[in-house]
């Protein structure tokens, strides 16, 4: 659209520089297949092959809709931004972000909603200034404290205990660890020290590396929270390579498809998640209905998606889909073909 306007002319530059300073250029047509790019934190990452299955579902449902499934190959604000511009210069409709930075990715998401491209985010999200809705999986208050007294009950409230997250910048992990260092101020919890937080940046061999340290630096150690799927799974698997089962507990988020061994070996006595082919799902039918004009997005808005029903926008724009669902023997391996 730019290019057409500068061949034009100066006055319908001006006009267009109108649209722009009002922060939407003219939506799509009618009839315009939908191109939303998905870009995810990175590649190689099951959690988000799940969520893209779930998204390329939403499309052929939607039928006027075709998904662009993107991320770096490491989860790095750096890469998202160079594929966010990518997104604009391929004059894409839509993108939905899970965001490996809240606030560095905020100058390209504008960016791109400037050349009149919706921006959403979903799973961890980009700052509001940034984007309309933020699709949360569920409360951050929620996933935080449940995570906590999962690990209290796996060593009697008592012991060292560490956080193996994603990377430093995450904002869903982050958001959570900060829950986490709140519920560990209650009282049941005095007993239970937090003594450090490392990072395996969404990479599994890092994770384990990092879960290897853990046990090096604190040869006390009763438990560790790993809330990113990639993360606890590289525990688990450092936990039984290192002999540690019973010794050094473990939950976290985590895929069953990538838990269900370990879970029932009892290297995690239970993990939580929510599941990733609804989050990505969902994305696409936000995007989607905001693109059409069918809905606002603000607070209040109800946004229908398909199958898992209505999505209702609450403070913040942000929209919650869900409670976590907690795996453990007894359970886990129904879900392990699923996701
Ligand atoms: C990893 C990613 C993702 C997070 C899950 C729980 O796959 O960090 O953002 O939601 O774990």
């Known amino acids: 659209m730019v290019r057409k306007i500068v061949a034009t002319g100066l006055v319908l530059l001006m006009s267009a520089a109108m649209v722009f300073a009002a922060g939407r250029a003219e939506g799509p047509a009618d009839d315009d297949t939908l191109r939303i790019g998905l870009l995810v934190k990175s590649l190689g990452n099951s959690f988000f092959e799940a969520a893209r299955d779930g998204a390329m579902e939403a499309a052929a449902e939607l039928g006027d809709v075709e998904v662009i499934y993107q991320g770096p190959s490491t989860p790095t604000a750096e890469g998202q931004i160079e594929i966010i511009d990518s997104l604009i210069a391929q004059g894409v409709h839509g993108i939905a972000i899970s965001s490996n930075d809240e606030n560095a990715l905020v100058p390209a998401a504008q960016r791109a909603q400037r050349a009149g491209i919706e921006v959403i985010s979903f ?3 980009v700052a509001a200034d940034g984007r309309s809705i933020h699709l949360a999986p569920s409360d951050d208050e929620l996933i935080g404290r449940s995570q906590v007294q999962a690990i209290a009950e796996m060593i009697d409230y008592e012991g060292q205990i560490a956080i193996l997250s994603a990377s430093s910048t995450a904002t869903n992990q982050n958001a959570w660890i900060e829950w986490m260092r709140t519920a560990l101020e209650e009282p049941e919890y005095a007993n239970m020290e937090l003594v450090d937080v490392v990072y395996g940046d969404d990479l599994s061999d890092q ?3 990092e879960a290897v340290g853990l046990f090096n630096s604190y040869p006390d150690l009763r ?3 790993s809330p990113t799927t990639v993360g606890v799974a590289a ?4 936990i039984q ?3 540690l089962v019973g010794q050094v507990e473990l939950t976290g988020l985590g895929l069953p498809s990538e838990m269900s061994q370990y879970v029932q070996d009892g290297v995690s006595q239970n993990v939580a998640l929510w599941n990733p082919i609804d989050l990505g799902y969902a994305a696409i039918y936000i995007t989607y209905h905001l693109l ?6 603000e607070a209040g808005a109800v946004i229908p998606a398909g199958r898992i029903g209505d999505i209702r926008v609450g403070e913040g724009l942000v929209a919650v889909l869900g409670e976590p669902f907690v795996f453990d023997a007894s359970n886990i391996a129904e879900f392990a073909d699923i996701y």
């Open 223 to 225: 438990g560790i929270i």
């Open 292 to 297: 059409r004009g069918n809905v606002e997005a």
């Open 207 to 209: 994770s384990y590396r």
């Open 123 to 125: 799973d961890s999200a």
């Open 235 to 238: 525990t688990a698997r450092a």
């Open 241 to 243: 390579d290192e002999g």
